[in-house]
């Protein structure tokens, strides 16, 4: 009777513990999903097209169109592609917590999991840094090598790569704490007598 | 005597801490003099906030190597160790990522924004004696040292 109670109680724990913390999970990596998603839509598409009259011949205006794009600059096609990978993380994530529960591979879900986040957490880095500092430098100018700036030419160009960055960013705090509580769930290991308490 | 599992660690921590040290020593160190046109240039580490950033971010990360190298094995500080790894790691990466991205404009140039290539410009044009400064290229050696080190962090 009392060794039943004891397993029950062994369920109840590790059954209730998870469940508030899971629904946390499902909402930071869906936010993230957007956050990521909408960094990558919004620099993918950025182009703006200028056109500028480069001379006159008699009445006639000579005209040449210069275009911005993300493709231009490699640091904003790693920024695409590394915002990009990410919402496809998030994405693989959030269908595997949701309808893939008894997916395993020899007990190692979580490991795999926390790893993949930490990853993930360290690509979105570097791309958004990358791209910050290309866009400082695009904004500022560098007099040191003589390269003039290029957001007085291209304002638009230059505000949808910023908004990009910003929800980059956003993205990138939302992983970190995803990518901290992965590695949490990792470390705690559900006994029926441990004294650590999980806040 | 010491477990070999920590020796190890110990050995990937060293390794770790000696790379970023030398990140830092070669950005900071880097300096070249050069003229073009009668206008002198010289190229440092400051020039440009990457950089400033990638020594900042490197400089950092070697103190608090060189502080866990020291740290007792049963210490309950090793848990905030484990969380702080993965900080470190981010930021160098994320250093790492703005210095490469910043040298490469510097080693290609961006024509579409008239930005010049800094790096060995002027040897293409006909100054006899002059030798372009060619501090950017040391950014990639130092960027080889701080990406070995990132793999190194996680025992």
């Given at each position: 009777m009392a060794l039943q109670n004891e397993d029950k109680l062994e369920v109840g724990y590790s059954s209730l513990q998870p469940k508030p913390k899971k629904w946390v999970l499902l909402m930071l990596r869906l936010l993230a999903f957007f956050a990521t998603a909408a960094a990558t839509v919004v620099m993918g598409l950025n182009k703006e097209t200028k056109t500028?009259?480069?001379?006159?011949?008699?009445?006639?205006?000579?005209?040449?169109?210069?275009?911005?794009?993300?493709?231009?600059?490699?640091?904003?096609?790693?920024?695409?592609?590394?915002?990009?990978?990410?919402?496809?993380?998030?994405?693989?994530?959030?269908?595997?917590?949701?309808?893939?529960?008894?997916?395993?591979?020899?007990?190692?879900?979580?490991?795999?999991?926390?790893?993949?986040d930490m990853m993930t957490v360290a690509l979105i880095s570097g791309g958004a840094s990358a791209a910050a500092f290309m866009a400082e430098l695009g904004k500022n100018g560098n007099s040191h090598a003589r390269w003039n700036s290029i957001c007085d030419k291209y304002k638009t160009f230059c505000d949808h790569g910023g908004g990009a960055l910003i929800a980059s960013f956003a993205g990138l705090i939302l992983m970190l704490i995803i990518s901290v509580m992965s590695i949490i769930k990792l470390l705690i290991k559900p006994k029926p007598d441990s004294t650590i308490v999980v806040p | 005597m010491i477990k070999p599992k920590r020796l190890l660690s110990l050995?990937?921590?060293?390794?770790?801490?000696?790379?970023?040290?030398?990140?830092?020593?070669?950005?900071?160190?880097?300096?070249?003099?050069?003229?073009?046109?009668?206008?002198?240039?010289?190229?440092?580490?400051?020039?440009?906030?990457?950089?400033?950033?990638?020594?900042?971010?490197n400089a950092i990360v070697t103190v608090y190597g060189f502080l866990v190298l020291f740290l007792p094995p049963g210490s309950p500080i090793w848990r905030l160790v484990l969380a702080l790894d993965l900080v470190f790691i981010m930021l160098l990466i994320s250093s790492i990522s703005a210095a490469m991205a910043i040298a490469q404009v510097g080693k290609n140039g961006n024509p579409r924004?008239?930005?010049?290539?800094?790096?060995?410009?002027?040897?293409?044009?006909?100054?006899?004696?002059?030798?372009?400064?060619?501090?950017?290229?040391?950014?990639?050696?130092?960027?080889?040292?701080?990406a070995a080190?990132?793999?190194l962090q996680s025992p």
């Open positions: 500028l009259v480069v001379a006159t011949v008699g009445t006639t205006l000579i005209k040449a169109t210069l275009t911005a794009k993300f493709q231009h600059t490699p640091a904003f096609v790693f920024f695409v592609i590394a915002n990009g990978l990410a919402s496809i993380h998030n994405l693989v994530m959030i269908m595997g917590d949701s309808f893939g529960q008894k997916l395993d591979y020899k007990g190692l879900r979580l490991a795999m999991i926390a790893i993949l | 050995l990937l921590r060293f390794i770790a801490f000696g790379t970023t040290l030398a990140a830092v020593i070669l950005m900071a160190t880097s300096h070249e003099k050069g003229t073009f046109f009668a206008v002198s240039y010289e190229a440092k580490y400051t020039d440009t906030p990457a950089f400033k950033y990638f020594v900042i971010a924004a008239a930005w010049l290539p800094v790096c060995g410009q002027v040897a293409k044009f006909l100054q006899p004696s002059n030798r372009s400064f060619s501090c950017w290229f040391h950014c990639t050696d130092n960027l080889h040292y701080s080190l990132l793999y």
